[in-house]
């Protein structure tokens, strides 16, 4: 989950820099440029956080055992939902 923690980490400290820029244009433009600065903070946060569940599951099928944790599943989970 370090991406995801990377992703969050991406969208505060950008949207703090594009904040700051703002409001030393103009004396209300952090209020002003606010929901576009928090889009696009969000905008670059989630293009890192989106690459947590790809991470995820590749660590889960090609890990090492990942043909244990397989069978796990596979026998916890009831035969209508294999």
């Not at 590749?58 to 916890?76: E, F, H, P, Y």
């Amino acid at each position: 989950m370090d991406m995801m923690a990377k992703g969050f980490a991406k969208v505060f400290s950008d949207y703090r820099e594009r904040s700051d820029k703002s409001a030393r244009k103009k004396k209300d433009g952090a209020l002003r440029d606010g929901i576009e600065n928090w889009t696009r903070a969000m905008g670059k946060g989630m293009s890192i956080s989106g690459k947590a569940p790809y991470k995820f599951a590749r660590t889960v099928t090609r890990g090492r055992g990942s043909k244990q944790l397989r069978r796990t599943v596979r026998a916890l989970i009831p035969p209508p939902l294999r």
